[in-house]
């Protein structure tokens, strides 16, 4: 029988490994605010990641300038020797007080620092996700090829398997609050399951039960349309 996961329940692990990243020095805190790390970014190549100016990587404690919000974005080292391509992994409480304070107060992993984590440890061989997370997939090897090095022992990465990602007829994302996609609206509107799922199969054009160990691949088309998939 399948085991459903809430990520949540991981937490302590999720901050255990963050805090041997801090301590392993492949995890820094970035000061810049939201406007500063804009600006870094106007003249920055268009790139599958985004580009980060690396201000803030290699400060010491003691060079950390004054900090007036509450919470502080932590950046993981992606390639030890290009700082342009560091992406935040968490968040925490602001430092204050040094003496007192540690990364472990307020501590919030984010997607890329908890997903990676978590598949590292399921030993999956398969991840199947929506385009729009395809350039997530370079990052997350990254987080888990250093957990794999910090334990030595080696890489496995799963292979990942991206499917179009469903939008409104006029490209905009489905949300929450997109009346009339749900399940249960779908089959109030005479659908029945079968026929869902038979919508969906009908998109794809490779056998999608082979995969290679560590491959990234997907469907033929990045993003479909509620009314091309007939619904």
């Not at 820094?28 to 790390?37: G, H, T």
């Not at 987080?143 to 499917?163: D, E, G, K, M």
């Given at each position: 029988?399948?085991?459903?996961?809430?990520?949540?329940?991981?937490?302590?692990?999720?901050l255990e490994s963050f805090e041997r990243a801090?301590?392993?020095?492949?995890?820094?805190?970035?000061?810049?605010?939201?406007?500063?790390?804009?600006e870094g970014l106007a003249s920055a190549p268009h790139g599958p990641m985004t580009v980060y100016t690396g201000r803030c990587r290699g400060l010491r404690a003691d060079e950390w300038p004054a900090y007036d919000r509450p919470t502080l974005a932590w950046r993981f080292k992606l390639n030890p020797s290009d700082p342009t391509q560091d992406?935040?992994?968490?968040?925490?409480?602001?430092?204050?007080?040094?003496?007192?304070?540690?990364?472990?107060?307020?501590?919030?992993?984010?997607?890329?620092?908890a997903c990676a984590v978590d598949d590292y440890d399921g030993r999956y061989t398969l991840l199947v996700r929506a385009f729009d997370l395809l350039d997530s997939a370079a990052q997350?090897?990254?987080?888990?090829?250093?957990?794999?090095?910090?334990?030595?022992?080696?890489?496995?990465?799963?292979?990942?398997?991206?499917?179009a990602l469903i939008v409104n007829d006029?490209?905009?994302?489905?949300e929450k609050r997109t009346k009339g996609v749900t399940l249960a609206e779908l089959i109030a509107r005479g659908l029945t399951e079968k026929t869902i799922i038979e919508k969906f199969e009908s998109t794809f054009h490779i056998d999608r039960y082979q995969f290679a160990p560590g491959a990234i691949f997907g469907e033929d088309r990045r993003q479909m349309t509620l009314s091309e998939l007939g619904f």
């Open positions: 029988p399948s085991e459903i996961l809430i990520q949540s329940h991981f937490h302590e692990r999720h801090v301590r392993d020095e492949m995890v820094y805190p970035c000061f810049c605010s939201r406007k500063e790390v804009v992406f935040v992994v968490a968040r925490t409480a602001a430092p204050g007080a040094l003496a007192s304070w540690s990364p472990r107060e307020g501590f919030a992993p984010a997607y890329q620092w997350q090897r990254g987080i888990q090829s250093w957990l794999a090095s910090n334990a030595n022992a080696p890489v496995r990465h799963p292979a990942v398997f991206h499917t006029d490209s905009s994302r489905l």
